[in-house]
């Protein structure tokens, strides 16, 4: 489809490292993970969930940084260790009775290249792989961990016409 018809978009999926995060992995010298989510994304998260929108998470690595973040947020679809994401999507999609061309899905690394020419809307960070890039649908300008997200959630609700309803409840 050459016009993006983004009132048929649902469901959101998202990876995490390089995404939701900035990528960078702090281990602690006990073997243990800090990751470092961006607050401003999280709060987009719930304004796409507030106006109906269903978000999910297909990572490659699993850690219990992503299980927690994904519980705050609630979000229950939330697929890790998938290192072959598009059989991983093609399941979530079962899961949710959705097509491809009602999702959106944001990635920056090369394992996500299928799943972006699969969604219906494919994103990459703006400091994603230049491959990624080329495949992709849009192009943040913000980078993954800094507001990535939360741009691309605008973008979506300003297309389906539901950014100035949620903006209400901020208005003085």
């Known amino acids: ?3 993006k018809d983004f009132s048929k978009i649902q469901l959101l999926v ?5 995404v939701l995060t900035d990528g960078g992995i702090v281990v602690h010298s006990d073997g ?3 990751k470092r989510f961006s607050v401003m994304d999280g709060h ?3 304004l796409w969930q507030r106006a109906g929108g269903l978000a999910a998470i297909i990572s490659g690595r699993e850690t219990a940084a992503t299980t927690i973040r994904a519980k705050q947020l609630g979000i229950s679809l939330v697929m890790q260790g998938c290192l ?3 059989p991983a999507f093609e ?3 079962e899961e949710v009775r959705l097509t491809s061309e009602q999702t959106a899905y944001v990635g920056d690394d090369l394992m996500d290249i299928p799943v972006v020419r699969r969604a219906g809307f494919g994103v990459a960070v703006s400091n994603a792989t230049d491959e990624l890039k080329q495949q992709a649908d849009f192009i943040t300008e913000r980078k993954g961990g800094d507001g990535a997200v939360a741009e691309v959630i605008e973008h979506l609700l ?4 539901k950014w100035e309803q949620l903006m209400e409840r901020y208005r003085v």
């Open 1 to 3: 489809m050459t016009e």
């Open 14 to 18: 998202l990876d995490v490292d390089g």
């Open 32 to 34: 243990t993970e800090s």
């Open 44 to 46: 987009r998260i719930k």
């Open 84 to 86: 072959d994401k598009l």
């Open 91 to 93: 399941k979530l999609l």
């Open 158 to 161: 300003k297309k389906k016409m």
